[in-house]
Every structure is written in C-alpha cells, then in structure tokens.
C-alpha cells in the first residue's frame, strides 16, 4: 500500500460503522495525488518551466514559499539601456539564443551593457530536466541547418573578438550535437579571422567517443564542461548525469587537443561542504582541466532548488586560493561569477570575482 492509499474497511468494520465517508482531509489527499500523476504530455516544440519541468525528476523539488532575502553582497541589476535593446534586436534578426537571457542570467545586464553575450545553439529547449536552471525542458525542434550561418554573421555584425557558444542538451541526437557545434566554430572563423572561440558543452552522454572525434577535427580556443556541484548533490541537481563521466569527457578531449585549455565551473549553496568543493577540485587538476570557475547558486523561481545557503565573498576568496594552490592556470571565484562571466578575461589571466 502506497503513502498515499486509503486504508479500506472490511465488511464487519462497515457495520459496525454504520456507513463509509471521507473526511475532508481524506479528500484532499486523494486530490493532491490525482493531481501529482497528472504530469504534462511532453509535446515537440513546447516548453516546459518550472513545476511542470520537474515533474518527473526521481527527487522531487518542494516549491518555496517565497523568494528567499539575499544578502548584502549580492546585487542584481538588470537595466534597459539602448546597447541591451541593440544586441537583442540583433538576436532576434539572426534567430539567435542566448544563454543569458534563457537562464536569466544575473549578469546580463553587465555583459550586454559591454557588448558580449554567450549564444546559445541548437534551439532553446532541453531534453535534461535540472531543477537549478531555466532554461526550459521539452522535446526539442530539428536543428535548424541554417543557425551557423547566421551566428557567424550575427557575431561578425557585432564585432565580437571572444565568443562563448554553449547549447542546450540534445540527447535526441545521434552525437548530441556535436557536429553543429564544429559547423558554427567553422562558420564563425570563416567570418572573422582574429576571433577566439570558448565552447560550453554538454556532457554527450553514451556519445563521448562520437562527439569528441569531431570536436578533435575543429576545437575551439577554449573547451569548458561544468561539473556544476559535488557528486553527493548530482541525482537532486544533474539527473541524468554522472559525475565520473563529466570528468572523463574533459580529460579525454584535454588529450585529443592538449594544447586547448579546459575549464570547468560550480555553482555553490546547493547544499554542498567546502571539503566536498575541495575534493572536487582535486579530481578537476588530475583529470587536466585548466581553468575554474566558481559561483554563488540563485534559484530561479520558487519551483527550483532553493539556496541552501549564501557562500561569503571571504569564503569565496579563500576556496579561489586553494584552488590557485594546487595549480589551475586561472581561477575565478566569487558570488556573481558565472562560467561565461567576462569569459574573455578569465582567458587571458586577469582577475574576475
């Protein structure tokens, strides 16, 4: 019998009753599991957010009941100023996504006000269903053959001279996107000969072979794949990822093309210890990785995982020493920061908290 059962009465505890009624509470109770196997029909081409994102999820997210107070030393502001207006009209003519604004980005505001965006390829809906992101869920569109073409033009148009492209998850594909990827850092170069090109990949689960073949042929200046948070938080925070693979594809591709940097990123506040943060690290400098990113977690909604807690600037500070300690090229640690966050500085070295 299920948590949620009824337990029924026998014959004889029904004449001894007299009758059989349901309690109010009883009713509520049927109604709210009616209602939790109600899950949306996932239709090609519709997104889902929110609560109807993670409502098949194994461990399910209990709405806040409010936006949770942050604290002094995170601000965010997203201001409207005629250069924000400008890149996104652009984005628009091109058809083109970006991960700041589908991620609601704390950040977009700063890195639109300078001009540079991370784009997002292969459409803006993705097969994972991860409870810390907003990016929305659902059976994606067929790739759309032309989007190379029109990124390269797009970041041509702008002048960019350090992009990042990142995607959403394509576990619909037979290499997980791993040749559109190439397309676009082909197409981009083609149109503009000084650029340097940053990827943020998808961990191409059961495709890693497949996909890096590819990526070997046309690398990019720099190849980043986010571990995201410690392996104890993965089947809450990354279901359908694994942590060991995540770092095997970042080791294997660091010794296909071992003169690409690699890079990676957590998010903290998900619940995680700083020693569990430590051991992570750990395993990133033996499995080559090159750079390293960590940030402040900011729940999107009340629907996704909450902060568990704040991580203080000091105890960012301390966590980027560590890791500058044991060898990373670049490590950038603070509340606002984001893997993408000035991505061209990180690059070449200078400082980003």
């Known amino acids: 019998m299920t948590q949620h059962e009824t337990p029924s009465l026998n014959v004889q505890d029904q004449a001894a009753q007299g009758s059989v009624t349901e309690t109010s509470s009883q009713k509520a109770a049927i109604q709210q599991d009616r ?47 005629p250069r924000i207006n400008e890149i ?12 700041c604004e589908e991620a ?72 997980g996107g791993a040749q559109h990827f190439a397309d676009c850092i082909a197409e981009t170069r083609q149109r ?38 410690v392996p104890r938080l993965y089947a809450r925070a990354r279901p359908g990822a ?6 095997k594809l970042l080791k294997e591709f660091k010794r296909r093309a071992p003169d690409v940097v690699t890079k990676s990123g957590l998010m903290l506040g998900l619940g995680e210890e700083n020693d569990e943060v430590i051991e992570v690290m750990k395993d990133l400098r033996a499995h080559d990785v090159d750079m390293l990113t960590l940030g402040q ?25 560590i890791a500058e300690s044991m060898g990373f090229k670049h490590v950038a640690s603070g509340p606002m920061v984001r893997s993408s966050y000035h991505a061209d500085l990180q690059a070449h070295g200078e400082k980003v908290s």
Not at 88 to 99: D, E, G, M, N
Not at 209 to 229: G, K, Q, S, Y
């Open 35 to 81: 209602s939790a196997k109600k899950v949306k029909p996932v239709v090609r081409g519709e997104k889902l957010r929110g609560a109807e994102k993670v409502a098949r999820n194994p461990v399910k997210v209990i709405a806040t009941d409010k936006p949770q107070r942050k604290p002094d030393w995170i601000r965010v502001r997203i201001p409207s100023t």
């Open 297 to 321: 977690y900011l729940q999107p909604s009340r629907d996704h995982l909450p902060v568990e807690r704040f991580v203080t600037p000091q105890e960012f500070e301390e966590l980027g020493a």
């Open 192 to 229: 503009s000969d000084s650029i340097e090109i940053e990827t943020l990949v998808p961990d191409f689960r059961g495709r890693m072979d497949v996909a890096l073949d590819i990526l070997e042929a046309c690398p990019p200046d720099v190849f980043n794949h986010n571990l995201e948070t």
């Open 242 to 247: 694994d942590y060991a693979w995540s770092l």
């Open 104 to 175: 609601a980005c704390p950040n977009l505001g700063e890195c639109f006000g300078g001009g540079t965006a991370t784009f997002m390829i292969m459409g803006d809906i993705c097969t994972r269903r991860c409870p810390f992101c907003d990016v929305a869920h659902g059976r994606p569109n067929p790739l759309d053959p032309d989007e190379p073409r029109h990124l390269a033009t797009a970041i041509a148009d702008m002048q960019l001279r350090y992009v990042v492209i990142t995607s959403v998850d394509r576990d619909d594909l037979r290499d």
């Open 88 to 99: 996104k009209t652009k984005l628009r003519a091109h058809k083109l996504h970006t991960v």
